[in-house]
């Protein structure tokens, strides 16, 4: 007799683990994750900056970042681990009026929808956050102290660690290679570890979502694209503590990490693709972008073994894709996240359990996140994308 579940849940990076947990709070107990790696996290979740922003310059993504954050906050009272939630803010740097109009655009947007706290800062607050800022450029800014960073591994050991607490399983080292569908939509999934029936089957797997779609005959527009980040060594006279800073000059930006920094650019000339090895040229010209916003940054010094690469999943809107794929009943999406992936987990798999449970959430308005907008040409614009 095959095993069956109620919920199949294809990835245990930190959207699974989310989704199950959701799940299993909302009375759903019997839901399968599948991870097709010896272990969590080694895919975007284990990569990531761990930044988390309300700051967006869509309702959609200021409503996720407000419900996750506050997660984020009550995480240990949640799940029984620490998220590692430090709220040292995120800070966008204005060196045009067109930058300037554009952060009261959104500070206009965000504080209609609930983000009261982020404010429009003049080139002297500015300075106040980082005194080794260059400023002869810099107009003003916009800062939300309750932005700031989590830990992206224990967010997703906390959620996966109280699904299973609750009821959930979790499959390590295999692989799903296919979903059956009947008449009435998905019946099932095949693996490597043999077959699952299931009616509900639900797609987390990161920068590899297209390929999984595929085995489900859905074409699913999510593409890998490499991010490069950069550690520094020890650099005397940091700040105790500063916001994540945005040069929007460039998209150059920094946060302390231990004694050092961690700096991240994307480089423009970046192209799709599953390549995650760190090339050595990139140091160069992060650290001319870093040289042009904080002079002092001329001394850092980098090791390059130390820098890593990881892999967006990218959208042609930047925007996630959640929910149900109209074609097939039973199958659903959780893709696409293009760089919010961690910050945004929480609220995905609140909207993901709303949606397969009662097939409605309160959260956000999901339709605009569906998979048919881009059939429909009704493509989202999320501007402020790092």
């Not at 919920?7 to 959207?15: E, K, L, M, P």
């Not at 975007?44 to 997660?71: C, E, H, P, W």
């Not at 960073?149 to 109280?162: E, I, K, L, N, Y």
Request: charged fraction near 20%; hydrophobic fraction near 40%.
């Amino acid at each position: 007799m095959s095993p069956t579940a109620d919920v199949v849940i294809i990835g245990a990076g930190i959207v699974g683990s989310s989704i199950a947990w959701h799940l299993t709070q909302a009375g759903c107990r019997d839901v399968l994750v599948i991870e097709r790696e010896s272990q969590q996290g080694l895919g975007s979740t284990g990569k990531s900056m761990g930044g988390v922003r309300a700051q967006f310059a869509t309702d959609v993504n200021i409503r996720m970042s407000l419900y996750s954050i506050d997660v984020f906050r009550r995480f240990e009272e949640l799940t029984g681990y620490p998220s590692g939630y430090k709220p040292h803010g995120y800070l966008f740097l204005a060196t045009s009026p067109a930058h300037l109009a554009y952060l009261r655009a959104n500070q206009e947007r965000q504080r209609a929808v609930g983000l009261t706290n982020v404010e429009m800062l003049g080139p002297d607050d500015v300075v106040k956050f980082f005194p080794l800022l260059r400023t002869d450029d810099i107009l003003g800014g916009s800062y939300c102290p309750t932005d700031g960073f989590v830990d992206p591994h224990s967010v997703m050991t906390g959620f996966m660690s109280a699904a299973l607490r609750q009821g959930a399983k979790l499959w390590r080292g295999v692989t799903v290679t296919g979903i059956e569908r009947d008449a009435r939509g998905v019946a099932g999934v095949q693996t490597t570890h043999g077959p699952v029936a299931t009616r509900t089957v639900v797609n987390a797997a990161g920068p590899w979502a297209a390929e999984v779609a595929r085995l489900a005959e859905i074409e699913l527009p999510v593409v890998p694209l490499r991010r490069m980040l950069v550690p520094t060594e020890p650099f005397p006279g940091l700040p105790e503590r500063f916001p994540m800073i945005i040069d929007m000059t460039n998209g150059f930006h920094f946060r302390r990490e231990g004694l050092g920094l961690l700096l991240a650019w994307n480089d423009p000339d970046e192209t799709p693709g599953f390549k995650t090895t760190f090339e050595p040229d990139f140091i160069e010209k992060i650290l001319t972008r870093a040289v042009h916003r904080v002079p002092a940054f001329e001394n850092l010094e980098v090791n390059p073994k130390r820098a890593w690469a990881g892999l967006y999943e990218m959208t042609p809107d930047h925007h996630a894709v959640l929910g149900p794929v109209p074609e097939l009943p039973g199958f659903y999406l959780a893709n696409g996240f293009s760089g919010h992936g961690v910050m945004h987990s929480p609220a995905t798999g609140r909207i993901l359990a709303d949606l397969i449970l009662r097939g409605a959430t309160e959260l956000v308005d999901a339709s605009v996140l569906g998979f048919a907008r881009f059939a429909a040409g009704r493509l989202l614009e999320e501007t402020a994308v790092l």
